[in-house]
């Protein structure tokens, strides 16, 4: 067990680590070696950059950014496929509630990514999407007092052998 503990820390420390070299990487581009070093421009006062805008000659333009639209429907749809491949082979009860709430999370991502792409400046599918984790959260607390339930009366959760109600 512990093995598995430190193997889980090892990897979790190799992806912080690969995770920030590349933020570490995109400083100020280098200068050839030789040439004089560029003088630095002082933004104007109260001018703090975010994270969405960069100057560019002395304008304010916005970051143009790689992830678009197909990238979010992607990642939704490889967290549906996952959660209902859950669903389909695993047969523990607990299991496939976290199949469902995968297939939740994946529809959650779509309102908010079509949110954001399609209808600019429309709060609508964020909205949606915490009415949709209010609802996940009282189907997961449902769920989890039947199958403690059903534990309780047969010792398993295993939904083959929880076929039958008792009355």
Do not use: W
């Not at 047969?91 to 976290?98: D, S, V, W």
């Amino acid at each position: 067990m512990k093995t598995n503990n430190l193997v889980f820390a090892l990897s979790i420390a190799l992806l912080i680590i690969l995770g920030t070299a590349p933020i570490a990487a995109q400083g100020a581009p280098s200068a050839p070696a030789g040439s004089p070093a560029p003088a630095a421009q002082a933004a104007p006062p109260g001018a703090g950059r975010s994270a969405q805008e960069y100057l560019v000659a002395g304008k304010r333009e916005a970051i143009p950014s790689p992830i678009g639209l197909n990238h979010y429907l992607a990642v939704s749809a490889l967290v549906f496929g996952l959660g209902i491949a859950v669903i389909v082979v695993r047969r523990n009860a607990i299991a496939i509630l976290m199949g469902i709430e995968l297939i939740l999370n994946a529809a959650g991502l779509n309102f908010v990514a079509f949110s954001k792409y399609v209808a600019k400046d429309v709060i609508d599918g964020q909205i949606l999407t915490i009415f949709l984790i209010v609802i996940a959260a009282g189907e997961a607390a449902v769920a989890l007092a039947i199958i403690l339930n059903i534990y309780n009366n047969l010792n398993t959760v295993t939904v083959d052998e929880a076929d039958e109600l008792k009355g």
